[in-house]
């Protein structure tokens, strides 16, 4: 059996990890975890820790990193036979620790767009809430307005996506991320991209992941999109 792959993906909100996580997740069969869709699924079903992360969402502040590692921990001991990428989880220096406790990582992407850029995408992000589907009103519209392309059913805003707890979790991020950069930097597996446009970051990943990834190769899968 091919040896199996680790890695995570930074950035801040409205960064691109989810787009960018289905486009590796389709061209490189891993598993794609999304910690914010952990975390809406527990708040959906009003779990324990879903009912305590709500209440720091709402505020546009991130969920103590207990309440996340508990969450987080027994899905990856449930993926132990499978590659995967987990994308917005570390988000804090005690949330790496925890990972690292648990797993050894092959890379760390960091994501690094700028402000404005991000301010903008949020703004137009719709989501379907029960596939995680990801759409942007004007970079990847659905076919019919605030409409899932795949079920039919109507895609929402998330809440903390309104401006007002918005530029609380553009702030928090900054702050709390540069530790968790410097972990990943010191280990010597940190991948940083800077660009606007995902189109633009999505070939230098995708060329990354291709020599890191040798079971599957193809340079076809690089082209700027997906
Ligand atoms: N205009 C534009 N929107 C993008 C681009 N990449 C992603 N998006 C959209 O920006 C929003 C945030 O992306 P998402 O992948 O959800 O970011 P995350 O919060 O880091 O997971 C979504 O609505 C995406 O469809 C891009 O290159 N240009
Ligand atoms: N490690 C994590 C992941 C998500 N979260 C919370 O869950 C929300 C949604 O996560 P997400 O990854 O889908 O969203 P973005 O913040 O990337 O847009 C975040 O804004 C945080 O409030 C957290 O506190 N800690």
Redesign the pocket.
């Known amino acids: 059996m091919s040896k199996l792959f680790r890695a995570v993906i930074m ?12 486009r590796i997740a389709h061209n490189f069969g891993l598993k794609h975890l ?1 910690s ?1 869709d952990f975390v809406r699924e527990n708040i959906s079903a009003k779990t324990e820790a879903g009912v305590l992360a709500k209440t720091y969402i709402k505020k546009g502040l991130l969920v103590p990193d207990h309440v996340m590692t508990r969450l987080l921990l027994p899905r990856l001991v449930e993926m132990t036979k499978y590659s995967w990428l987990l ?2 989880f570390p988000r804090t220096l005690a949330q790496a620790e925890a990972l690292n406790s648990a797993c050894d990582l092959d890379i760390a992407i960091n ?1 690094n767009i700028p402000l404005e ?2 301010k ?3 703004r ?4 379907h809430p029960a596939s995680g589907r ?7 519209p659905p076919r019919v307005q605030e409409i899932d392309d795949i079920t039919g059913e109507p895609l929402i805003q998330q809440e903390d996506d309104r401006p007002e707890a918005l530029v609380a979790r553009l702030r928090h991020y900054k702050d709390v991320a540069k530790p968790v950069i410097d972990f990943y930097k010191a280990k010597g597996i940190l991948y940083t991209y800077s660009d ?6 999505w070939p230098n990943i995708c060329t990354l992941l291709s020599t890191r990834i040798p079971t599957i190769q193809s340079d076809a899968r690089c082209a700027s999109t997906p």
């Open positions: 950035g801040p909100p409205g960064s691109g990890k989810g787009t960018i996580s289905e999304s914010g994308d917005g994501l850029t991000l903008e995408r949020l137009h992000r719709w989501i990801v759409y942007n009103m004007c970079f990847n606007t446009e995902t189109d633009q970051i």
